[in-house]
């Protein structure tokens, strides 16, 4: 499996606030891409945001965007004017070859009103 | 709308038994993937099928097998149920190859005692 690193297993931000949160991999491909997925207590997990390898423009996606590092191998997701509704826990999962995606532990984020 | 299916929300079983959980996806999609999610872990893959008849192992497959007999519906079996299976199980389907997300099911919380 894909090492994923997400280093932060909680983070609390006010609500309005900007919240980023961390995640780096490990690959040497070149070609391949990358989710942020959100799992609220409902446990459904839904598509944050996606980004292409071979793009060199960081992708957005609303309040949420990336910061994708390709040399540095990192990939982490800024929540701008954080609302009640953005409390979840996040995944950062690299899709490296065709089929699989490998996850990070998770980040538990919490906002405050 | 895109609909991945789970049998149980939750499901209690006792050491031993042979267990069965059901996911159904509605997408027309090739590939289907079960994972486990334990905290701090994140999720880790079990199986995943790219074709009916056709299953991989991913990276903790020992105590499972799995079933595809339709594209539309991935088994997960668990032979004999011990309690180190409790956990939570999500299902996922992804339309082939191409940078696609993965669409989750809500999940089955499993409980053996």
């Known amino acids: 499996a894909q090492t994923v690193t997400q280093s932060q297993p909680e983070m609390s931000v006010q609500e309005a606030e900007t919240v980023t949160l961390s995640c780096t991999y490990d690959?040497?491909?070149?070609?391949?891409?990358l989710f942020w997925y959100k799992q609220p207590p409902s446990r459904q997990m839904i598509l944050v945001i996606r980004?292409?390898?071979?793009?060199?423009q960081n992708a957005t996606e609303n309040r949420f965007s990336v910061n994708f590092q390709k040399a540095a191998k990192s990939f982490s997701l800024k929540i701008s004017d954080s609302q009640l509704g953005d409390a979840a826990m996040y995944f950062c999962?690299?899709?490296?070859?065709?089929?699989?995606?490998?996850f990070g532990a998770g980040t538990t984020v919490t906002v405050r009103a | 709308d895109v609909k991945v299916t789970q049998s149980s929300r939750y499901l209690v079983k006792r050491t031993g038994e042979k267990v069965f959980l059901e996911c159904v996806q509605d997408?027309?999609?090739?590939?289907m993937f079960w994972y486990r999610q334990d905290p701090g872990l994140g999720l880790r893959l079990i199986y995943f099928?790219?074709?009916?008849?056709?299953?991989e192992k991913g990276d903790i497959p020992e105590g499972y097998s799995v079933s595809r007999e339709k594209k539309e519906r991935f088994s997960l079996i668990l032979e004999s149920a011990s309690t180190n299976q409790t956990s939570m199980y999500l299902c996922?389907?992804?339309?082939?190859?191409?940078?696609?997300?993965?669409?989750f099911g809500p999940g089955t919380r499993l409980t053996v005692t």
């Open positions: 997408m027309d999609h090739e590939n």
């Open positions: 999962a690299p899709r490296i070859n065709d089929y699989k995606l490998s």
């Open positions: 690959t040497s491909e070149s070609d391949y891409y």
């Open positions: 996922a389907s992804s339309p082939g190859t191409g940078g696609r997300e993965q669409y």
């Open positions: 980004q292409e390898a071979y793009k060199q």
């Open positions: 099928s790219y074709d009916v008849k056709m299953k």
